[in-house]
């Protein structure tokens, strides 16, 4: 019922930025972490980065001090923002919300975006 809409993705030189948005269609309650994963060709999907309900951060070793995640919790949207940008960045990046719910079974599930590319190359 609720999508995520991500945008920002695209085509960059090395060195370069972007930022990443990723909104959700409708409300979601009990959020209890929204990150980003990417997946390159030929390899696992992977954290990239993650904010919890506690606004505690994680990031994967590979973009610290490159890239930064923040969220607006009026809006349950959450950004990415990606500095200094290089080849092995490329991959397609996706949103995702974890949230709690009582319905059909008491747990946490999972929303996931479209996943946007991000190309890093001159």
């Known amino acids: 019922q609720v999508q995520l809409v991500e945008s920002g993705g695209g085509l960059v030189q090395p060195g370069g930025s972007l930022r990443l948005s990723c909104a959700p269609s409708?409300?979601?309650?009990?959020?209890?972490?929204m990150g980003w994963y990417r997946q390159a060709p030929g390899k696992q999907r992977e954290l990239v980065a993650v904010v919890t309900s506690d606004s505690t951060t994680d990031y994967a070793d590979s973009v610290k001090g490159r890239f930064t995640i923040s969220r607006d919790n009026a809006k349950n949207s959450v950004y990415l923002q990606m500095n200094s940008l290089k080849p092995e960045d490329t991959a397609v990046y996706y949103c995702n919300v974890r949230y709690y719910s009582a319905w059909p079974l008491k747990r946490e599930y999972d929303y996931w975006g479209q996943g946007t590319q991000v190309t890093v190359s001159s």
């Open positions: 409708g409300s979601i309650v009990n959020i209890k972490s």
